[in-house]
C-alpha cells in the first residue's frame, strides 16, 4: 500500500508537471495567436478591411538622436496590404547660439520662427518617401509612401521633457544608464541639458506593399527599419556598437512575418 | 607501417580542420530570400581602434559559392553649428561601385579589393556629444557630429585568399567618395583578416 502509495506521490508531480507544461505551451500558443484591431466591411465600398493590432518592437539599447519606439502591423484593404508603423521618435534640437545668452528670448521673432521650424520640419513624411526593412540575410526591402503625411510634433524647452516621455519606462531605463554612464566620463549633462528641446514625433505610418516585398516579407526576418522623412531618418532600432550590430531584439525578428501571416489566415478563412 | 601513418596523418589533419572550424562562430547564418542561396557571415572581429571616432570590423561571408571580406565601418565626423540638411547625412558616407579597399601587408606592399556594390552610409545626428558608445564620447560640446556607418562586401578570388592569407597585415583604407577611411591593425601585424577567412567554409 506504502509503495503504491509512494507510487501515485511519486506519479502526481510528474503529472501535475506535464499538465503545468501542457497548460504553459497551450499559454504561448495563445500568445500567438492572431489579434486584430479591425476586421470589417468598409460600409461605401463593401471592401474588407483588416489589420492586425500593433505589436511592440524593442531593441536593446537605443541613445541616439532619431531614434524611434513603436510598433509594426499589417493593414489590408481594398485588396492591398500595408506595413502600419506606429511611430514614436523623439530628437533633440539644440538652441541656436543666437538665442542661447539672451535672457528671454521669447521677445525675439527669431527665436518664435525657430519655435515654428521644431514643430513644422520634423514630420513630413512625403509620397516617394522609403521605409527600408533589413533582413537577417543581409538584403534589404524597401517600401514606397504612396501619399504625403504630415504630423503633428510635440516639443519640451530645455530642461523639461515631453510629458508622455517620462512616462515611458523603458525610456525612462535608458536614461539612467545613459546618464550614468555620462557621469562615469564626467560629462556634465545638465549643462547640455539647458540648451537642448526635445521634439516627439507620433505618428501612424503607411507603407504599400508590393508583389515581391509580401513575398519576401511572409518568409523573413526583419532586424530593423530606417524610416524617412522629408528631413530625416529615423532608425527603428537599428545601431552598431563597438562590438557588434544590435538591431531588434530576436523575439521581433519575426513579428512582420506572423502579421502577414495573420492576414493571410483571416483572409482564406 | 607507412599506411598505417598516412592514415593517423589524415585523422589528425581532419581532427585539428574540424576543431579550428569548431571555434568559427557566426553573426548570421541562413538564406537569402530572393535567390535561396545560403548565406553565412562570421561573428563581426574588431580591428585595434587607433583614431578616436573611427573603427572597423570585419567579416568573412559565403553567399552561394561566392567569398567575401566585409568591412563595417563606424565613424565619427562632420561637424555642424545648425542642424545638419537631409543632404548633409546622405553624404556624409558614401562608397562607390567598384570602391576599393587597400589592405597595408606586413612587407609593405599593397593588396586591393573591390566593393561588388557601393552604399550610402546610414548617418544620425549626435548632438553635444550627447551619445556615448562604449567607453568614448562622442560629438563635440558645442554643435552637431554625424556618425555614419556602412557595411561593404568585398568580393575574394582565390589569388585573393592566398595573398591575405600569405601575410599579416597593418592597416586597411576605404577609398570613399571625398574620403579616405583609414584603419588600423594597431602597433603589430595582424592575423585578423586570415582569421576571418578560415571561418568562411
Not at chain 1, 131 to 141: E, M, N
Not at chain 1, 155 to 170: F, L
Not at chain 2, 2 to 29: E, M, N, P
Not at chain 2, 138 to 145: E, K, L, Q, T, V
Request: some cysteine; proline content about 3%.
Amino acid at each position: 500500500m506504502s509503495a503504491n502509495g509512494g507510487c501515485q506521490m511519486k506519479t502526481l508531480p510528474g503529472l501535475i508537471l506535464v499538465a503545468a507544461t501542457l497548460s504553459t505551451s497551450g499559454l504561448a500558443h495563445a500568445k500567438s495567436k492572431c489579434e486584430f484591431s479591425q476586421n470589417t466591411i468598409d460600409a461605401a465600398t463593401g471592401e474588407r478591411i483588416i489589420q492586425t493590432e500593433f505589436d511592440t518592437v524593442t531593441t536593446a539599447m537605443s541613445m541616439g538622436q532619431t531614434e524611434a519606439n513603436g510598433g509594426i502591423s499589417i493593414l489590408m484593404t481594398g485588396g492591398q496590404k500595408y506595413l502600419a508603423i506606429n511611430f514614436d521618435a523623439t530628437e533633440q534640437i539644440r538652441l541656436p547660439d543666437e538665442f542661447a545668452d539672451l535672457p528671454d528670448p521669447s521677445w525675439d521673432p527669431k527665436y518664435r520662427d525657430f519655435l515654428d521650424r521644431l514643430l513644422g520640419d520634423t514630420a513630413i513624411f512625403p509620397a516617394g518617401s522609403t521605409a527600408r526593412l533589413d533582413l537577417d540575410d543581409q538584403t534589404s526591402v524597401v517600401l514606397v509612401r504612396d501619399r504625403n503625411l504630415r504630423v503633428r510634433t510635440q516639443y519640451a524647452e530645455p530642461g523639461q521633457s515631453v510629458s508622455s516621455r517620462s512616462s515611458n519606462t523603458q525610456t525612462a531605463k535608458k536614461l539612467v544608464g545613459f546618464l550614468a554612464k555620462m557621469a562615469d566620463a564626467e560629462i556634465d549633462v545638465n549643462a547640455d541639458a539647458t540648451r537642448h528641446y526635445t521634439v516627439e514625433t507620433k505618428a501612424i505610418l503607411k507603407y504599400p506593399i508590393d508583389a515581391e516585398a509580401e513575398d519576401i516579407l511572409r518568409r523573413a526576418a526583419v532586424t530593423g527599419i530606417r524610416i524617412e522623412s522629408r528631413d530625416r531618418y529615423y532608425s527603428m532600432m537599428w545601431r552598431s556598437t563597438m562590438r557588434q550590430i544590435v538591431g531588434w531584439s530576436d523575439k521581433s525578428y519575426l513579428k512582420i512575418r506572423d502579421a502577414m501571416q495573420c492576414i493571410d489566415e483571416a483572409v482564406g478563412g | 607501417m607507412k599506411t598505417l601513418i598516412g592514415v593517423l596523418t589524415i585523422a589528425l589533419t581532419l581532427f585539428s580542420a574540424s576543431d579550428a572550424r569548431a571555434d568559427c562562430k557566426y553573426q548570421w547564418d541562413t538564406s537569402n530570400y530572393r535567390t535561396g542561396e545560403k548565406v553565412l557571415w562570421t561573428q563581426w572581429v574588431m580591428n585595434k581602434r587607433v583614431n578616436a571616432g573611427l573603427y572597423g570590423l570585419l567579416s568573412g561571408v559565403k553567399e552561394g559559392d561566392r567569398k567575401y571580406l566585409a568591412l563595417q565601418t563606424v565613424a565619427f565626423d562632420g561637424f555642424s553649428a545648425s542642424r545638419p540638411s537631409k543632404e548633409d547625412i546622405d553624404s556624409a558616407m558614401v562608397i562607390p561601385d567598384n570602391a576599393k579597399l587597400s589592405v597595408l601587408l606586413a612587407d609593405g606592399t599593397i593588396f586591393d579589393l573591390f566593393a561588388e556594390r557601393g552604399v550610402v552610409g546610414d548617418t544620425s545626428i549626435v548632438v553635444n556629444g550627447s551619445e556615448l558608445d562604449g567607453d568614448f564620447q562622442i560629438g563635440r560640446a558645442d554643435g552637431y557630429s554625424f556618425k555614419s556607418h556602412s557595411i561593404v562586401k568585398f568580393l575574394l578570388d582565390d589569388a585573393a585568399i592566398a595573398a591575405l592569407n600569405a601575410q599579416l597585415a597593418t592597416d586597411l583604407r576605404l577609398h570613399a567618395t571625398g574620403k579616405n577611411y583609414d584603419i588600423s591593425f594597431g602597433s603589430k601585424p595582424s592575423d585578423k583578416i586570415q582569421e576571418v577567412l578560415a571561418c568562411i567554409p
